[in-house]
């Protein structure tokens, strides 16, 4: 069965650091995505991305907030300068239109 | 801003009896999928709903998807502990490929 492999799967950093959370959709998927949920709440949508560009963005998904595709396979966001509010797991997914598939998180703890 | 609403919010059941959770929202999907997510671990897809009034079933789980595409149920017959485990329901209103908005999820405990 393919998998969405997202690396790494703890990250601890302090405030203000840069972070990048890695990803590796399914070979065939056309959609990819960033999801995250904080402890205990609900899994909240952040960025989109098809066709080498953001097709949508949640009002989270600030200034702060970057995702790349940098060759055929990974996928990667990157936050630039974290906050405590940071800290949540954030899960990659990928779809081919219905139904997507969802990586195992990184779990990022901002200190 | 589509909200979907998740009922119960928990669930404590005996081994063998049957439950029902409830998806609900004011809007419309155009699709509208049943995860299950493990601690620590992201939401696994068990069933994608597309049509108003479709049925679909994986062996104990029965999913419907209410005639105006709003609602969603999932009903599980004979609980076994091995279905514990958080239910999310999600939807997407647009095309393919548009963004899930998730349900808070029922937590269910299905004791032996």
């Known amino acids: 069965e393919p998998e969405v492999t997202q690396t790494p799967s703890h990250q601890v950093t302090q405030m203000g650091q840069e972070v990048i959370l890695r990803c590796v959709p399914i070979?065939?998927?056309?959609?990819f995505y960033w999801y995250r949920q904080i402890l205990g709440q609900k899994v909240e949508f952040l960025v989109s991305?098809?066709?080498?560009?953001?097709?949508?963005k949640s009002e989270i998904f600030d200034d702060q907030f970057s995702v790349e595709r940098p060759d055929g396979s990974n996928f990667t966001l990157k936050i630039r300068s974290t906050k405590l509010e940071d800290s949540a797991m954030y899960f990659c997914?990928?779809?081919?239109?219905?139904?997507?598939?969802f990586g195992s998180g990184t779990r990022l703890t901002v200190v | 801003t589509q909200l979907l609403e998740q009922s119960p919010q928990f669930l404590s059941i005996q081994e063998g009896e049957n439950l029902t959770v409830y998806c609900n929202s004011s809007?419309?999907?155009?699709?509208l999928q049943w995860y299950r997510q493990e601690p620590g671990e992201g939401p696994v897809l068990l069933v994608t709903?597309?049509?108003?009034?479709e049925v679909k079933k994986l062996k104990r789980l029965t999913f419907q998807f209410g005639d105006a595409r709003k609602d969603s149920s999932l009903h599980i017959t004979a609980a076994q502990p091995g279905d514990t485990g958080l239910y999310l329901c999600?939807?997407?209103?647009?095309?393919?490929?548009?963004?899930?908005?998730f349900g808070e999820g029922t937590q269910l405990t299905v004791n032996p």
């Open positions: 997914a990928s779809t081919r239109g219905f139904g997507y598939t």
């Open positions: 070979s065939n998927h056309l959609y």
């Open positions: 991305f098809y066709n080498n560009e953001i097709s949508e």
């Open positions: 809007s419309v999907f155009s699709s």
């Open positions: 709903v597309v049509t108003g009034g």
């Open positions: 999600a939807g997407d209103i647009g095309t393919s490929g548009s963004r899930l908005t």
